[in-house]
């Protein structure tokens, strides 16, 4: 009896698994994976760089939230602005509906980019120390002098950069940015120097050889040329044909400053024996916003400005050292460039030409630490583009 009862069973059992009998259950067809339009991704990725960047303002901020049992609320910021950019990008695209996007047309292009494409750029910011720039560092009660640049021989520095850039669609790119700074010099030193809390000798030659400086960015970057396409008619001819394109994004920078490797000749009545500050210790990342202009001159010339910047003032930087370290930091930078393009010639290698500017300061500040530092560089830039 058993035994029919358990065969029974297992018949059912195969009966129920479709390809088992000669006859099989059709189950309904999953229901199908909600789609997000353009305009819902583009608030969502928006709301959620606007919400992290308030959130982080109330939360690490001194005299606000001063970030010590604050700080878990920006993931919480980030998510609320996220859901918040989206319902309102999902309104927008439901009431103001963007034009239908296009499909390749022709080879890439850096004026107009189609979807899936890549643009990469190395170039080179060859620059000039402007005035102003200078490098300060307090350990403890021991104030450091304001060491100018020019007194330290740092009067130049390149900075080679790479720069890749991908269109998920014709209008939205995701935008990654490495730079290094290359900076040093010798210089003789007549007196003293009181650096990060060390005397170093006067009388002697010393090399300031800041070698690990490099900046990393990552950036969304949308194109706003489809939105006022329609009307360029009517403007004047200066204004028309331009790809005007709006960026926001992140840059952390990283300085490790060392005056002869940190390893200076010291005096023998210095109470510190170090000479180097780890600025990269407390530093934040930065967020940024910023704006992109290309313009054809000609079949073969591309006019490119572009501006960008970004700031925080006395945040937690979630550091302790003599207690909380309140870091202050703003950046701004700013290009002229010209491209040439002829595939004919070039394929898709297109030089470029063009002078910049850039700004940058930094300050961290507490019971032990005081440290400055201000930097401003001005000069000519050269490199290629390749859009494929």
Known sequence: MF?????????????????????????????????????????????????????????????????????????????????????????VGQNYPSPPETGPIGPPDLVAPRRHQFDLSVYNMSGFTGPGSVVRVREFTIEGNALDFSSLGLNYQQMPTIEGRFWFTNVDALDVKFRYTDIGAHKFQSRPIFYNGSKIKGGIVLNTDPWEWFTLGIFYERRLRPLYSAYEEKWPAWLQKW???????????????????????????????????????????????????????????????????????????????????????NQVEGHLRMLYSNRAWLGPVQPMLGIFFYHYSQLEDSHEDGNFLRWFSLGPEYGITLSF
């Open 243 to 329: 790809d005007l394109r709006a960026r926001a994004g992140v840059e952390y920078t990283y300085i490790d400053f060392a005056i002869d490797s940190g390893s200076a000749p010291i005096a023998p009545n210095s109470k510190g024996e170090e000479t180097v500050e780890d600025f990269y210790h407390q530093a934040m990342p930065v967020p940024i916003i910023g704006m992109d202009a290309y313009r054809r001159i000609n079949d073969n010339f591309i006019f490119n400005p572009s501006v960008q910047g970004g700031w925080i003032n006395r945040w937690n930087s979630l550091r302790d050292e003599g207690g909380i370290i309140w870091s202050s930091q």
């Open 3 to 91: 035994k029919l009862q358990l065969s029974g069973a297992v018949f059912l059992v195969l009966a129920l698994i479709p390809g088992c009998s000669g006859t099989s259950i059709s189950l309904p067809p999953p229901p199908p994976m909600p789609q997000i339009d353009r305009p819902t991704a583009e608030g969502a990725v928006l709301g959620t760089l606007a919400g992290s960047y308030l959130t982080a303002l109330v939360a690490l901020n001194q005299g606000i939230g001063n970030g010590q049992n604050t700080a878990p609320f920006i993931p919480v910021g980030a998510a609320v602005g996220a859901l918040a950019g989206g319902a309102i990008g999902y309104w």
